[in-house]
């Protein structure tokens, strides 16, 4: 039962987002929110933002903040659909391939941070304009479309794009909670030093870090080349990437202390969707909308952050009115 209410706690966020929204959007008169095609844009559109969340959360919750996930998704993507279709693999051995060229692309930026010992922050700044420049000069600067190859897009559609989210799912629940790995990962968030003096060896996590996150990426990189054409990435425009899963890592790393780390990311990702489509729908401007996110997520960090001195406040107030009344 414990369990039970752990997982409905977790999952109450996107349910309550979902009613809120449906609310307003019946209240202006907007039926398209209230249909089986609504449910499917919603959950199909977060299978790419929980996985790129994935990556991007795993480091944050040790305190490294890594702008790198939208330029190894990009350019991961171009190098492994190309290389696919010119060597007429299928679609499982491009998804391979290109899980292998995003691993290595993280574990390259791994390395760099471990040689320099410089903050994350600059380091995969600069690793963002390295690989930002590489994808405007491999293959001519083409990018990416795969939209001519539809065998090589399955994992896109259902139930393909929803059975790789449960391995990743599965995957990351396993590491994270059944194994040393996750036992260091957590320990070194809490206190690094305390978990180095303790025995846990930081570079080693560190190194298993980027392997899983680049894996991650790699399989992001094949469900974004396969639903969008992929154009080379210049001046930061990758970081958009990373900053549209934001909302989702920053949720569901709140979420998870319901439940887990996974679950959290998922539930996150599913109700900013909810919130995303919702604009959408009720015709809200796209500047208008990266306001309303932008506010939301402001608002819903100030509040989780501070919420045992607003409760202690809320029952100051009480007291006092009740000495007032009394």
């Not at 319901?258 to 909810?274: D, E, T, V, Y």
């Amino acid at each position: 039962m414990k369990q039970l209410l752990r997982l409905m706690k977790t999952f109450s966020f996107p349910f309550l987002m979902y009613a809120v929204i449906l609310l307003v959007s019946l209240g202006a008169q907007k039926t398209g929110y209230w249909s089986g095609n609504a449910f499917d844009i919603i959950i199909r559109g977060s299978v790419v933002s929980t996985i790129i969340a994935f990556a991007i959360a795993l480091p944050l919750s040790g305190a490294r903040w890594d702008f790198a996930a939208g330029t190894i998704v990009i350019l991961s993507g171009i190098l492994g659909s190309n290389l696919a279709s010119m060597l007429g693999l299928n679609a499982v051995l491009m998804l391979l391939l290109t899980v292998a060229i995003g691993t290595l692309l993280a574990l390259l930026e791994g390395v760099l941070y471990l040689f320099l010992r410089v903050p994350t922050i600059i380091v995969s700044l600069g690793v963002v304009m390295i690989y930002e420049a590489l994808s405007g000069l491999v293959f001519d600067g083409s990018g990416a479309n795969m939209f001519m190859d539809t065998k090589l897009t399955i994992f896109a559609k259902a139930p393909y794009c929803y059975l790789i989210l449960a391995i990743v799912l599965g995957v990351y629940y396993f590491l994270l909670t059944d194994t040393k790995f996750g036992y260091d990962t957590r320990s070194l968030g809490i206190n690094a030093q305390l978990a180095v003096n303790n025995g846990v060896n930081e570079k080693k996590n560190i190194i298993q870090t980027y392997l899983l996150v680049g894996a991650t990426l790699g399989v992001a990189a094949v469900l974004n080349a396969s639903t969008v054409s992929v154009s080379p990435a210049s001046n930061l425009g990758s970081t958009s990437i990373m900053f549209s899963s934001m909302g989702p890592v920053l949720v569901g790393l709140y979420l998870a202390r319901f439940s887990n780390l996974p679950l959290g990311i998922f539930s996150g990702a599913i109700g900013m969707n909810a919130l995303t489509y919702g604009m959408v729908v009720l015709g809200i401007d796209g500047s208008v909308q990266t306001i309303i996110l932008g506010a939301f997520i402001v608002i819903f960090m100030g509040y989780t952050t501070n919420q045992e001195k607003l409760h202690a406040f809320s029952q100051r107030m009480f007291h006092r009115s009740g000495i007032v009344s009394a």
